[in-house]
């Protein structure tokens, strides 16, 4: 048999036309006869639309339409249901009435024949408002319970309130999270195509099934007339997920004026029309009796959504199972604010609700004068006691070691202040990271060619993961051929279909497909080598036949994939697989696990924390690429330090436009910020999850970074900082 080819550090098989420029994003596609869209935006966060005056935009140079509230034709509202694939971005339907929000909703979209011109008209566009106060913060806004069962995370497991109260040590703190926006490197595009009835949209998403079922639902048209390409996507962090007004103003206005429309949003617009991660306030209460084992967790989270749709944060999704705990309680409420519509953002609900909770972690076990790490083990959880079921596969004592051993961990002692190097105080901190491993159903298609080359094809797509990679890998070795022999066709509708490019699923949904067409294709390949008369492995038995290097072969003889096919005259072996998960969801809880460790150093003159070194282990189930998976923990943790230390949108309180739109003001990690990082992976299948073991690695890296560095701040300083980002205002002077 060929040699395993899954877990190898192979390079990405798209990087050289990633390099050299061919890959082709949604904006680049060179359409003939071009118009290009640009939308009119609120410039107040709360009101009414008395009336829009157009004329002289429509008068301009170049302008071929505008699209207003007034000549929008007739929109359906999809289910917006993320289970049956048509999520969008906001659930208000684009246009729906007069009133307006938040700052950035879309009033209109002005169409010319050039960008330029575009923009120039959309200058010219008058919005008469009847102007509101808006709520802006969570104290000014409604609270409400969401109803939907994504955002829905209160819980109860027996009597937190009365173990806090007769428990010997007793914990309580806010933390508070900020708005923070995804900003990946390509903004969202969109380019309608209209031929008669049928649509193409070039597209920036993260789910090209959605987006084609989200955009024919709102249009009224037959699923089969919608035609999504996303070929290669410039990271989305969730930000493309679902499908936003920008993509049915472009199918609408092509379809308008006869010609195609590009959408291609600013990066401005970025900041408005496509998501953020909501603020959140967390207060956590621990109790514990004198050994530190916890009696009591009481995690209680107040955070933003918007007027017109009900997603929030999740920070208690990960409170009822990451602890032995008897007593727990996580409640979420949402508050509506006059802000933009929140959207998953790379571990929506994990990556704050873990800032707060391994913050609180972290301070009682230096009230207890407890290692942090042996507080944890003190109560580590041996199953899932939020849904009574044993994990899957769980190894965090191993990474929690591992970790240790790698940061040196062992030699942490002393009182925060301890270590200082000149004006540098140095501290170490930890935090346990986690994330569900989620799974879909999930297929692909798998076609042998008469050449000897593979096919494989699947309507997933690749963010920029390594997705045409890693599912190139899994077809090799199933086929026992090498992976230069294989092209992988992704991010087209017409595929088989496949799920969201979100939740860290795509590895365990897509990949068990690919695996059982591929399987399916060579055992189609070999009755076709021990049928044909003329094959050298004619009337041998199909389990005596292997494939190795692209060759069938039994012990004395051997035939080419090539030989076989042209033998057995065919141009192709073709199979397609759809593979769903089954009954294990509903025996095992099914989660990924990993340890943080982060050594700070902060500037006792200006206030400044530099994170000078960092080392994460990780329990993702099978890795299925050593690099890319390796790529994917290095910008979670890069996220991470973004989280902890800079990332913060701003927002002008008279008006709710945002301040820090742009990348000059928005600050982000660059590489100077991030030092002496690295990732490793205990690397133990989870053959529950899926026939291939692995469980998803986009989402976990950033889990738990925000916590370590906080936490390292605390042990360099005594200063302990409960709101992001961690300025240096707010340990400006630091003395101890």
């Keep these: 048999m060929t040699a395993a080819v899954v877990g190898q550090p192979i390079d990405r098989v798209d990087g050289r ?28 966060a709360k009101g009414k639309v008395i009336r829009i005056d157009d004329a002289a935009a429509a008068g301009a140079p170049g302008v071929l339409g505008i699209i207003t509230r007034a000549n929008m034709p007739k929109l359906h509202q999809p289910k917006n249901d993320f289970g049956s694939s048509t999520k969008l971005g906001e659930a208000r339907q684009l246009f729906a009435d007069d009133q307006i929000y938040y700052a950035g909703q879309y009033l209109a979209l002005v169409v010319a024949d050039s960008l330029e011109r575009a923009v120039a008209a959309a200058g010219l566009v008058r919005v008469e408002v009847e102007e509101e106060r808006p709520a802006l913060t969570i104290d000014s806004g409604e609270r409400f319970q969401p109803a939907d069962d994504f955002a829905k995370t209160s819980y109860q497991r027996g009597n937190a309130s009365a173990a806090l109260a007769s428990a010997a040590h007793k914990f309580r703190q806010t933390y508070t999270t900020p708005v923070e926006h995804h900003n990946p490197m390509e903004p969202s595009a969109s380019i309608a195509v209209w031929e008669g009835d049928k649509l193409t949209l070039y597209e920036a998403t993260q789910w090209v099934a959605a987006a084609r079922n989200v955009v024919a639902d709102t249009l009224g048209m037959p699923r089969e007339d919608v035609h999504i390409i996303s070929r290669f996507v410039g990271g989305g962090f969730g930000c493309k997920g679902f499908i936003w007004p920008h993509s049915i103003l472009a199918a609408i206005a092509a379809r308008s004026l006869r010609r195609p429309v590009k959408v291609a949003l600013t990066r401005q617009q970025m ?26 967790i009481q995690h209680e989270n107040l955070t933003h959504a918007s007027p017109v749709d009900d997603f929030i944060e999740r920070c208690g999704v990960i409170t009822g199972f990451l602890y032995d705990c008897p007593n727990v309680s996580p409640q979420n409420t949402g508050v509506r604010v006059n802000i933009a519509t929140p959207t998953p953002m790379r571990a929506p609900g994990e990556a704050p609700g873990l800032f707060a909770l391994e913050s609180a972690l972290d301070e009682l076990a230096w009230d207890l004068k407890m290692d942090p790490v042996d507080l944890r083990l003190k109560n580590y959880a041996e199953i899932d006691a939020e849904k ?31 270590y200082r190097d000149g004006r540098y105080l140095i501290g170490w901190g930890m935090a346990t990271a986690t994330y569900p491993g989620y799974r879909s159903p999930g297929a692909a298609r798998v076609s042998i060619l008469s050449d000897g080359t593979i096919v494989v094809a699947s309507a997933t797509q690749d963010i920029g993961t390594g997705t045409y990679t890693t599912m190139c890998q899994v077809a090799a070795e199933a086929l026992g051929i090498a992976p230069d022999k294989i092209r992988v066709e992704l991010g087209d509708s017409a595929l088989p279909p496949a799920p969201v490019s979100g939740g860290s699923m795509t590895s365990a949904s897509v990949a068990p497909a690919v695996k059982a067409a591929a399987e399916e294709a060579l055992s189609k390949l070999k009755r076709c080598s021990i049928e044909d008369p003329n094959s050298p492995l004619h009337g041998r038995a199909a389990d005596n036949v292997v494939a190795e290097a692209g060759f069938l072969r039994t012990a004395s003889d051997s035939a080419s994939f090539a030989n076989i096919l042209r033998s057995c005259k065919l141009d192709k072996i073709q199979a397609e697989a759809s593979v769903a998960p089954g009954a294990e969801a509903e025996k095992y809880a099914i989660h990924s696990f990993g340890a943080q460790f982060s050594e700070v150093r902060v500037d006792v003159d200006t206030g400044e924390v530099r994170v000078t070194r960092h080392r994460a282990v990780f329990d993702i189930g099978r890795v299925i690429n050593a690099k890319t ?39 982000m990690p660059v590489n100077a910020d991030v030092l002496d990082v690295d990732a490793l992976f205990v690397d133990h299948p989870d053959f529950v999850i899926s026939p291939v073991g692995a469980r998803g690695m986009g989402e976990i890296g950033i889990t738990g970074v925000a916590p370590a560095i906080a936490n390292a701040v605390y042990h360099a300083t005594g200063i302990r900082i409960r709101d992001l980002p961690i300025t240096p205002d707010k340990l400006l002077g630091v003395r101890l």
């Design 271 to 296: 900041f408005t029309s496509v998501g953020h991660r909501g603020a959140t306030r967390q207060t956590i209460s621990l109790g514990s009796d004198a050994s530190g084992k916890l009696v009591a």
């Design 629 to 667: 998976a390796r790529s994917q923990a290095l910008s979670g943790i890069t996220m991470g330090i973004g989280m902890a230390l800079l990332e913060h949108t701003v927002y002008d309180q008279r008006h709710g436009l945002i301040v820090t739109d742009n990348l000059a003001d928005y600050a």
């Design 388 to 418: 009574a079921r044993p994990f899957s596969s769980k190894h965090l004592r191993e990474c929690y070691q591992v970790g240790m051993e790698q940061f040196g961990w062992k030699k942490r002692e002393g009182p925060p202040g301890a």
């Design 17 to 44: 036309v990633k390099i050299t420029g061919a890959a082709k994003y949604a904006a680049d596609y060179p359409v003939e006869g071009m118009a290009y869209g640009f939308p009119v935006q609120s410039t107040i």
